[in-house]
């Protein structure tokens, strides 16, 4: 199992749209394939930085949730709403694979 984490800088006078855009993922997210943790907005400290965490099997089953993604038509329609009201200034992923869980075995 992989986790991607997505980190967002926004637009801090338009945390609403972003919280719309989070919102939209998690219907469309888990029907496309993968495992969605959250949706993270800022609440305390920086008013920019965001999260969207999920899990995928592996990279092989994300490339073909990615283009389920693409195709569905919520998954369109919030890309497009990004690039209208363009509140992400700046989006980064990273790979996690779990390697302990709260018990301190291997995950």
């Given amino acids: ?10 637009d801090p006078t338009k945390r609403d ?18 495992n969605l943790i959250g949706y993270y907005a ?5 008013s920019t930085l965001a999260y969207g ?13 990615r283009a389920r993604l693409a195709a569905d038509p919520l998954g369109r ?3 497009a709403f990004a690039q209208e009201r363009r509140f992400i200034l700046r989006e ?3 790979w996690l694979k779990k390697v302990s869980d709260p018990e301190g075995s291997t995950g």
């Fill in 17 to 34: 749209d972003f919280a719309t855009y989070a919102r939209n993922w998690g219907q469309a997210i888990p029907r496309c394939g993968a």
């Fill in 77 to 79: 329609e919030n890309y």
């Fill in 92 to 94: 980064d992923r990273t």
């Fill in 42 to 46: 800022p609440h305390e400290g920086s």
């Fill in 53 to 65: 965490i999920y899990d995928v099997a592996n990279l092989a089953g994300y490339e073909a949730y």
């Fill in 1 to 10: 199992m992989l986790t991607c984490v997505i980190r967002y800088h926004i």
